[in-house]
């Protein structure tokens, strides 16, 4: 359903500042994500893939919600949120972190941005964040003020992007580095620009801070990116799958902790402050973990789409474990899955069997990423 005055569930799922020019654009069929409406549907998902890794596409992610953190204790209380030693944390940086409750358990996979001494961004996977640490300052005894600032981003990803950028910032915008943030402007727009994205190619997210200006800023980074190839889109699921990117409620939720998912680097247990879940983290790190998250190739016929159920995942006639992420990958011409199955069985080369919505098929848990295994990439 294309018409935007019908389309819906009512107001209670809010619209982004690009609803209106994605569906100009031709976006088919929307999601809810953080309580917002999100284009999941430009056409063939495979050509969305092959746009993405060969040109660059145009996506609207302002799904990714900011929980703002502003204040003198600022550094302090984001600190408190996360397992992630942020000591060494410059202001114009951007960092992958975990937000984890008082168990160990996942509550959120964002990625942080240091606007300024004592101003924050979270940017949100989906999941209520803005109450948890609304909820968390009420007893914190810190000086910081909580809110959802009017911030919007779009993804601008693939191998043209770089050039894209340099015709609407100059040349300057090609000495950014990965996981970096800048404040520019564009026609008046103030904007946070950074070298980040969730698609495991060459890319940046352009910040709008007024939801009044989306459809201007749309058009002008499509007019901009014309010469180059650039299509609207959507964020790959056969893209970020060969880059094992992970998705929260897929492959992680609040009962997976970092340790299941290799995602030790994140947890700094020796680090003098403290962190929600510090202690419950240092117990599982010592007791060690019972399941693993492992990548495997599936020998099955193309999958028409990404499953949209847990697949269990067998050995030697028992379940131990289950498939969270699987797609056809038409570069790899393979099946690729994400899986979470238990540490006696997740060594690389184990045959296992999946069992999928139409058959029990072979498997076999390989290295991951799938596709650019040293993430080159992305780093430009």
Known sequence: MTDKDDFGFGTQIRKSPYFDATVKWGAQGFSVYNHMYIPRD?????????????????CDVAVERQVEITGPDAPEFVQLLTPRDLSKMAVGQC??????????GIIN??????????KFWISLADSDVLLWAQGVAVNAGLDVHIHEPDASPLQLQGPNSGEIMKVLFGEEISTMKYYWLRHLTLDGMELVVSRTGWSSELGYEIYLQDGSRGSELWEKIMAAGAPFGLKPGHTSSIRRIEGAMLSY???????????ELGLDRLVGLDAPHNFIGKEALKQ????????RQVGLILDCPPLSGPNTIFWPVHYDGSVIGKVTSAVYS??????IALAMVSVAHSAIGTKLKVETKDAIVSAEITETPFYDPKKQITKG
Request: hydrophobic content about 40%; overall charge negative.
């Open 42 to 58: 430009f056409g063939d998902p495979e050509q969305n893939f092959w746009n993405l890794v060969n040109e660059a596409i145009l």
């Open 95 to 104: 960092k992958y972190i975990l937000i984890t409750n008082a168990k160990g």
């Open 109 to 118: 996979d964002p990625i942080l941005l240091r606007l300024e001494e004592n």
């Open 249 to 259: 409620h897929a492959d992680m939720d609040i009962d997976t902790n970092p340790f």
């Open 284 to 291: 599982i790190k010592k007791d060690g973990i019972a399941r």
């Open 330 to 335: 038409p570069r790899l011409k393979k099946t």
